[in-house]
């Protein structure tokens, strides 16, 4: 499937017209449901090979070797886990807050100190939920160096991420989608 006919699949499957509150507390006249698409294997499938892409272009570009890729509660977690198969690399998931039981920890997966880290995201708005993530990577010692989102809304999580000092691509702008904002 062309990049234009996934963008394309993916608007029809998961493109909700409506009045919404965004995770950024923003309203927005539509959203774009990641579980639509992220829960469906032929389209999950397709996204795979293109988070790879991007991630053998930044080790290209820095000349660097990515260690792991991270995901986060909920929404990264298959996204992480397609991406994983079709790179080799090792996943870390990122939850939301550390569990209060058995092993107590935020971190599923392995990560040694130094590790280079690039975090996979869903749906970006104001890239809130990915800095967080980041945080958390960081207070573990992982080299955070990326955030590749799949849909960038184009409402500033290029600008913040970057600000935090990070570099910022998506698979995807709503434009791309053709989601006329």
Request: no cysteine; charged share 25%; aromatic share 6%.
């Given at each position: 499937?062309?990049?234009?006919?996934?963008?394309?699949?993916?608007?029809?499957?998961?493109?909700?017209?409506?009045?919404?509150?965004?995770?950024?507390?923003?309203?927005?006249?539509?959203?774009?449901?990641?579980?639509?698409?992220?829960?469906?294997?032929?389209?999950?499938?397709?996204?795979?090979?293109?988070?790879?892409?991007?991630?053998?272009?930044?080790?290209?570009?820095?000349?660097?070797?990515?260690?792991?890729?991270?995901?986060?509660?909920?929404?990264?977690?298959?996204?992480?886990?397609?991406?994983?198969?079709?790179?080799?690399?090792?996943?870390?998931?990122?939850?939301?807050?550390k569990k209060d039981y058995g092993t107590s920890k935020q971190l599923e997966g392995a990560v040694e100190k130094g590790d280079v880290v690039v975090l996979l995201e869903d749906v970006a708005t104001t890239g809130g939920q990915a800095l967080e993530a980041v945080e958390v990577l960081r207070e573990a010692g992982a080299?955070?160096?990326?955030?590749?989102?799949?849909?960038?809304?184009?409402?500033?999580?290029?600008?913040?991420?970057?600000?935090?000092?990070?570099?910022?691509?998506?698979?995807?702008?709503?434009?791309?989608?053709?989601?006329?904002?």
């Amino acid at each position: 499937m062309s990049k234009e006919a996934l963008a394309k699949e993916i608007a029809q499957v998961a493109l909700l017209r409506g009045n919404f509150t965004l995770r950024s507390g923003k309203t927005s006249t539509y959203y774009l449901d990641k579980y639509l698409f992220s829960t469906r294997p032929e389209l999950l499938g397709q996204l795979a090979p293109l988070f790879a892409e991007r991630l053998d272009g930044l080790e290209s570009r820095l000349d660097l070797e990515i260690d792991r890729i991270a995901g986060a509660e909920l929404g990264g977690i298959p996204l992480v886990t397609a991406a994983s198969l079709a790179t080799g690399l090792p996943v870390i998931f990122v939850r939301n807050k550390k569990k209060d039981y058995g092993t107590s920890k935020q971190l599923e997966g392995a990560v040694e100190k130094g590790d280079v880290v690039v975090l996979l995201e869903d749906v970006a708005t104001t890239g809130g939920q990915a800095l967080e993530a980041v945080e958390v990577l960081r207070e573990a010692g992982a080299k955070v160096i990326a955030v590749i989102a799949t849909i960038d809304r184009l409402e500033g999580a290029r600008e913040n991420i970057e600000k935090a000092g990070l570099l910022f691509e998506s698979l995807f702008t709503v434009h791309e989608l053709g989601v006329q904002t």
